[in-house]
């Protein structure tokens, strides 16, 4: 984690900077629910439970969640790996359910 906290700058002028660990829990979390835009993110800090408890309370702008993962993304990529690694040794992927949607149609 430090290496996030490097990158944490709290200013004495302007708003107080967010804290990156709560960053990037809403980024992770947002990821593991298939949210990859800044905007969706931003969306469910404000909207889902869940995200309020994460960003206690907190609701990062696009404009910040955006840069935090530009700057940070090959310390997050690594990170979500070995996330998604233990908790698949751990027995919480399942992976015992597989679906494709499709629709047949007729064409010209």
């Not at 107080?16 to 469910?44: C, M, N, Q």
């Not at 309370?57 to 233990?86: C, E, G, W, Y």
Request: glycine content about 6%; aromatic content about 8%.
């Amino acid at each position: 984690m430090s290496v996030f906290d490097d990158n944490y700058q709290n200013d004495e002028t302007g708003r107080s900077a967010y804290d990156p660990k709560i960053l990037l829990k809403v980024v992770l979390l947002g990821y593991s629910r298939g949210l990859t835009s800044s905007r969706e993110i931003e969306r469910a800090c404000c909207e889902n439970v869940l995200f309020m408890a994460m960003s206690c309370n907190q609701r990062p702008d696009h404009s910040t969640i955006a840069p935090f993962v530009s700057s940070m993304k090959d310390q997050i990529k690594p990170l979500f790996r070995d996330i998604l690694l233990v908790c698949d040794q751990e027995g919480l992927l399942g992976g015992s359910f597989f679906a494709i949607d499709g629709c047949k149609m007729s064409s010209n």
